[in-house]
Structure formats: C-alpha cells, structure tokens
C-alpha cells in the first residue's frame, strides 16, 4: 500500500493541473476512492496558495513620509482656520468700529444753549441729547454730521484701545453769535443761526413745515 501511495502522489500534480492521461487519472481517481490519506494530499495541494508580498527595504521611509505629510496637513488646516477666524474677528471689529448711519434731524435731538465766555462774548453751543449720536466734524468749520453706529459697543470698546475718534462729539465748541453751524441728518440738511438763535432747513423743506416744533 506504501508503495502505491507513493506513485499515486507523484501523479497527484498532475492530477491536479488536469495534466494526466485519461488512464493515469483513472488510477488516480480508483486509488482517491479508497485512501483518505492521499484524498487529504490532493484537498491540500488543491488550496490556493497566499502570496507573501516582497518586503520593502524602503518601506519604514515611506511610513516616515506618509506620516509626515498628513501631520503637515494638520498643521496646514489649523493654520487656515487660525487666519480664517483672525479675518473673521478683524473683519467684524472694523465693521463694528466704522460701520455708522445718518441719524434723522428730529431723532438727534439737537439742542441750542446760549453761553457767555469768560471774555464776556455771547455765543451758542449746540449738543445732541440722543443716545449713542455724535455730531461728526465734516470738510469745513461749522459743518457736522449726526451719526450713531450700527454696533456701539464694539465702537467704543475699541474707540477707547485705539483713540482714534478725537473728532466725534456729543456737544460742539462755542461759537459767537455771527456765526452759524450746518448740520447735515439723515432726512435734511439743517443750519443754526447764530444771530437770532434759529433753526432752518437748506434746500427742500419737508412736509408741514410750519408744524413742526423745533428743539429749544
């Protein structure tokens, strides 16, 4: 039996490749039939065979760059994330610090007192009484601009660490009675007569003019 077990696994390759003749492989076929043993070495020589992949001698620099790269990646992303909110945040704080509207005549809430200076000459100041208005010197004397900004506190906040606004004022300087100060507002431009302490609009009156009661 050793010995025909013997010539029966030296055809059992090519038994297997389907390489025997017709009368080999019946032999074979006759002798599987009987013989767990050479049945058993044909199921293992039939198994497919796990490829072992070629080591790398390069393979422990390519893990290296592989690992290098992707922490430059990070340090990239972070990177542009840290500027992306830095523009965020400066973008906001300039739009928080100039950002600013004309605020309507009315709703400034401009009044007129008349003053003595310590030389004994008259004159007038005039003053907003509105909350977060300004009275904004413009191109020439006398000329201002009422304002308020859309986002005040973030104006003040950064007025105070960067004392920029020295023009932005909630009263102006006192002037005599011959002269006269033009404020221009959202809804009108207005000018305030020095000499008779009167109120007027430049330009197109607006709608029941006469009606309207002045700030005293």
Same mark, same amino acid.
């Given at each position: 039996?050793? @010995?025909?077990?013997?010539?029966? !696994?030296?055809?059992? +390759?090519?038994?297997?490749?389907?390489?025997?003749? #017709?009368?080999?492989?019946? @032999?074979?076929?006759?002798?599987?039939?009987?013989?767990?043993?050479? !049945?058993?070495?044909?199921? !293992?020589?039939?198994?497919?065979?796990?490829?072992?992949?070629?080591?790398? #001698?390069?393979? #422990?620099?390519?893990?290296?760059?592989?690992? @290098?790269?992707?922490?430059?990646?990070?340090?990239?992303?972070?990177?542009?994330?840290?500027?992306?909110?830095?523009?965020?945040?400066?973008?906001? &704080?300039?739009?928080?610090?100039?950002?600013?509207?004309?605020?309507?005549?009315?709703?400034? !809430? *401009?009044?007129?007192?008349?003053?003595?200076?310590?030389?004994?000459?008259?004159?007038?100041?005039?003053?907003?009484?509105?909350? $977060?208005?300004?009275?904004?010197?413009?191109?020439? $004397?006398?000329?201002?601009?009422?304002?308020?900004?859309?986002? +005040?506190?973030?104006?003040?906040?950064?007025?105070?660490?960067?004392?920029?606004?020295?023009?932005?004022?909630?009263?102006?300087?006192?002037?005599?009675?011959?002269?006269?100060?033009?404020?221009?507002?959202?809804?009108? /431009?207005?000018?305030?007569?020095?000499?008779?302490? /009167?109120?007027?609009? *430049? &330009?197109?009156?607006?709608?029941?003019?006469?009606?309207?009661?002045? +700030?005293?």
């Amino acid at each position: 039996m050793k @010995l025909e077990c013997d010539v029966i !696994r030296d055809l059992l +390759p090519l038994y297997a490749e389907k390489l025997a003749s #017709p009368a080999s492989s019946a @032999l074979v076929e006759q002798h599987l039939a009987a013989c767990p043993a050479c !049945r058993a070495e044909l199921e !293992r020589m039939e198994k497919p065979v796990p490829v072992q992949p070629e080591p790398q #001698p390069d393979a #422990p620099l390519k893990n290296i760059r592989s690992s @290098l790269n992707r922490r430059r990646l990070r340090t990239m992303l972070c990177s542009f994330a840290a500027a992306l909110a830095l523009a965020a945040v400066c973008g906001f &704080g300039w739009y928080g610090y100039t950002a600013c509207d004309r605020v309507s005549f009315f709703d400034a !809430r *401009l009044q007129a007192y008349y003053r003595q200076a310590e030389n004994g000459a008259n004159g007038w100041v005039l003053e907003t009484r509105a909350e $977060d208005v300004y009275l904004k010197p413009t191109y020439a $004397d006398g000329h201002y601009e009422v304002i308020r900004y859309r986002i +005040p506190w973030v104006h003040d906040a950064l007025d105070k660490l960067l004392q920029k606004d020295t023009d932005l004022l909630r009263c102006t300087g006192w002037m005599r009675t011959d002269h006269s100060a033009v404020v221009d507002a959202a809804d009108m /431009t207005v000018a305030f007569n020095g000499q008779d302490g /009167t109120w007027y609009a *430049l &330009g197109s009156e607006p709608v029941a003019w006469d009606e309207v009661e002045w +700030p005293e």
